[in-house]
């Protein structure tokens, strides 16, 4: 589902920060207008054009430390990508199989590839890395949008909760979702992400402004406005 918002922010948010550099906590999205893989430094709000995916409407990133490979889920084709982190241009790896839309994707410590659909064919999948093929695990009524894994847990933002829009975590065994704190800020969708020191970053889709996030509280602390447009949608972390 493409989204032509105003200004944003963090991209394919899934947020893709997750290294510590000493320019600041660098982010990978794409621009859901340009289709350009970005570079974004969530400190200061430094957005840098790598160049085009190819694809119309990748809303997925994630990084997998292991293999040095930053991989995305195209929403338009339902396919698995592969992006290069220097031209930018996106590979198809296999098609998902199921229609999948609105989705976080996160790798767990094993090298295991999770991806939450909010929309389409809702729930919680496993994503085979050689030939892009998913597979269903279970679906609760509460289907986040970012996924984010640390310590042995994978977290979850999402604006289906009881509270309407809430943190929460994430069973990988069943998909069942319990929530962990309310939101302050409306969720539409958005980027989530954790980087190496265990600080959670969000990007909300309508907003142009990057969020720190406490998990256990739900507080968000506002820091740097986002100097690219439109908004983007999610992020991955960063090698």
Do not use: R
């Amino acid at each position: 589902m493409k989204k032509f918002k105003s200004i944003f922010a963090a991209a394919s948010l899934l947020i893709a920060a997750t290294f510590q550099a000493n320019a600041g906590v660098i982010a990978y999205t794409v621009d859901t207008n340009s289709d350009n893989l970005l570079q974004i430094d969530l400190l200061s709000g430094i957005t840098t054009t790598i160049g085009a995916t190819g694809f119309d409407d990748i809303e997925g990133l994630a990084y997998d430390f292991s293999s040095d490979i930053l991989y995305g889920i195209d929403d338009s084709s339902d396919k698995l990508l592969t992006l290069d982190l220097v031209t930018g241009a996106a590979t198809e790896v296999g098609a998902l199989g199921f229609n999948f839309s609105d989705m976080g994707v996160s790798f767990d410590d094993s090298g295991t590839l999770y991806a939450s659909s909010d929309l389409g064919d809702q729930g919680l999948y496993t994503i085979d890395l050689l030939t892009g093929a998913a597979t269903f695990i279970g679906q609760d009524s509460n289907t986040p949008f970012g996924l984010a894994f640390y310590d042995s847990v994978m977290y979850a933002v999402s604006d289906d909760c009881a509270s309407d829009d809430c943190v929460s975590t994430i069973d990988l065994l069943t998909a069942d979702v319990v929530e962990l704190a309310s939101q302050p800020v409306d969720l539409d969708e958005g980027g989530f992400d954790v980087d190496a020191n265990g600080n959670f970053w969000l990007v909300e889709s309508d907003a142009s402004t990057v969020f720190s996030v406490n998990v256990n509280t739900g507080i968000l602390t506002a820091g740097a406005s986002i100097d690219c447009s439109p908004c983007l949608l999610y992020t991955s972390p960063s090698p």
